[in-house]
């Protein structure tokens, strides 16, 4: 009896007809994928500099505590970033996963509905996290208001935010096909070295006035000295204007190597940058390696590495995405003009309590309710300082007791680390990266274990015995980093995961690079590698 196909096939006339990037036919050269991929960066860039046009000023950042792992830059053309992309692969991997949706990805027809059915999402997701940012957000000019008038005025900057999506996502697809590595990759990788870079050598003044006498900051003084906002720099001024008695009495070594409100690049998050950095070495760097044999060429070996790493940084963006989302309904929730009056969840304190700011705008940081238990512990003041002296920091929480604090910490790790797990074998079973899959390759490329039968069977119950347990490993190893990382705090408020998926991806990149240049040195390595 034929297995039933699943009801996407219903889609299959659209996805026919769907915009796509051409997937070329045969070898791209090296030299074309460099320039694919340099141009799209070089987009990337001048579009997070490219402000929306019709909006007055930005109210409320939906996605501040995600920025440097979404890949967007506020109030820009790129103020989506690469949510929508992610938030729409979520959705297909979950339902493919718990069988919602019958696809076998190892089926070529299969696999090509799933990969049209994401991209219709992704333009879904697009309009979905484009039309909240206009209804309190993003607020329209008011000399557009008057030119067009409110209706108007928020098309027009709906209009800006999806182009700004769909050409990220283009962007990215044209790199998967042209290019070399992941543009989605790409893009937070290039956000988040240039937080790092801000945040580390930053030398233009905070705006706060600082006092190296007394250690006090006004953040409403019209005169002094403003301190530099990066590591650095700021390090330099206070240890310059200051005595030793001043810094040992005064709290100055607290703000330079702790830090605080006012001083958001402490020398602590610049050495646990360094730290993480030397951790994710150490980790991608970790591999089991199978040897191998050409079946028919004597001599000819190698070996198949089996990364501790195995599925990349991939659970980590989308776990970060996931409660980005959830970070981005509960404040609407709270703050939205129509979805905080529906009854028992509408401006709910105990799902998200978001109180207003300095100058009356809102947080984006929860200070109370579910949410506050999924938002990110930006840095060691935030979870360190109250454990150590909670009656002098105490405070830091909000209200909220050590028992809280603790419990925060444990659901944090526990999100982190078992969502890395769930999606990394989710992931690698999308992607051909499971035994089955892999053990085809091998046998295609005319390798063998040695000392065993040259069968696809056996070759897969070996890499059953590794790829699995590698993959619970290096998703619970990756997530545990990602968590400790943004405990441990980061310079440039890039996070403590942007940070890791930064150096994963730096290093995946330079890998990558290094593959292409060898298949274009031996075209023979294309097929083991499955590029024809």
């Known amino acids: 009896m034929a297995e039933r196909k699943s009801r996407l096939y219903i889609l299959k006339p659209l996805i026919e007809k769907w915009p796509a990037v051409t997937k070329p036919e045969g070898h791209v050269q090296f030299k074309t994928k ?8 070089v987009i990337y860039f001048a579009l997070t500099n490219v402000l929306l046009y019709g909006v007055e000023q930005t109210r409320l950042d939906l996605f501040a505590n995600f920025r440097a792992i979404l890949a967007g830059a506020s109030g820009s053309v790129m103020h989506l970033g690469i949510g929508p992309i992610v938030t729409g692969s979520i959705i297909m991997q979950l339902f493919t996963g718990a069988k919602i949706i019958n696809l076998d990805l190892t089926n070529s027809d299969d696999k090509a ?25 993003l607020i329209p000019d008011v000399d557009l208001i008057a ?54 050598l930053n030398w233009q003044g905070a705006n706060t006035a600082y006092s190296p006498t007394d250690y006090t900051v006004d953040p409403n003084a019209a005169q002094g000295p403003n301190v530099p906002a990066g590591t650095i720099p700021m390090a330099i001024y206070v240890f310059t204007q200051s005595s030793v008695a001043d810094l040992v009495h005064q709290g100055g070594f607290e703000n330079v190597f ?22 994710v070495v150490y980790a991608e760097s970790s591999r089991i390696e199978l040897p191998l044999a050409h079946g028919k ?7 198949y590495p089996i990364r501790l790493i195995y599925a990349s940084n991939i659970p980590v963006i989308l776990i970060a995405a996931l409660l980005a989302n959830v970070n981005l309904f509960t404040i609407l929730l709270y703050t939205h003009p129509t979805l905080s009056q529906i009854p028992v969840i509408g ?19 929860p200070i109370a309710g579910g949410a506050w238990y999924l938002t990110t512990i930006n840095g060691f003041q935030e979870w360190f300082l109250p454990l150590v002296d909670f009656d002098r920091y ?12 603790l419990i925060r910490i444990a659901i944090y790790l526990f999100v982190f680390i078992a969502g890395s ?19 085809k390759q091998i046998q295609s490329s005319g390798m063998q274990i040695p000392g065993f039968r040259r069968d696809p069977r056996v070759l897969q119950r070996i890499l059953a015995r590794y790829i699995p347990t590698v993959t619970v490993i290096g998703g619970a190893t990756v997530g545990a980093l990602a968590a400790f990382a943004d405990m441990l705090g980061t310079v440039g408020q890039a996070s403590g995961t942007g940070v890791l998926l930064a150096v994963g991806i730096t290093i995946r990149m330079y890998e990558q690079i290094a593959k292409e240049q060898a298949m274009e040195m031996h075209p023979v390595l294309r097929s083991f590698f499955g590029a024809d």
């Open 34 to 41: 460099v320039f694919w991929t340099t141009l799209c960066l």
């Open 113 to 137: 509905i799933y990969q049209g059915t994401q991209k219709i999402l992704v333009i879904g997701m697009i309009l979905i996290e484009s039309v909240p940012q206009v209804f309190g957000y």
């Open 147 to 200: 030119d067009i008038g409110m209706g108007g005025a928020r098309s027009i900057i709906i209009a800006q935010l999806f182009m700004g999506a769909l050409i990220a996502f283009l962007m990215d697809e044209l790199i998967s096909k042209w290019g070399i590595g992941s543009g989605i990759s790409l893009f937070i990788a290039a956000g988040v070295a240039q937080s790092l870079f801000t945040g580390s």
């Open 258 to 279: 702790i830090g605080n409100q006012f001083f958001p690049n402490p020398m602590v998050a610049f050495v646990g940058t360094f730290v993480i950095f030397l951790f």
């Open 297 to 303: 060429v004597r001599g000819a070996r190698g070996r």
């Open 347 to 365: 401006e709910a304190w105990w799902i998200g309590y978001y109180p207003p700011a300095q100058g009356g705008t809102l947080s984006p940081q």
């Open 394 to 405: 105490g405070g830091i929480l909000n209200g909220h007791n050590l028992g809280q604090l």
């Open 421 to 439: 797990i769930l999606f990394a074998k989710f992931w690698i079973e999308t992607t051909n990266m499971g035994p089955e899959a892999v053990a």
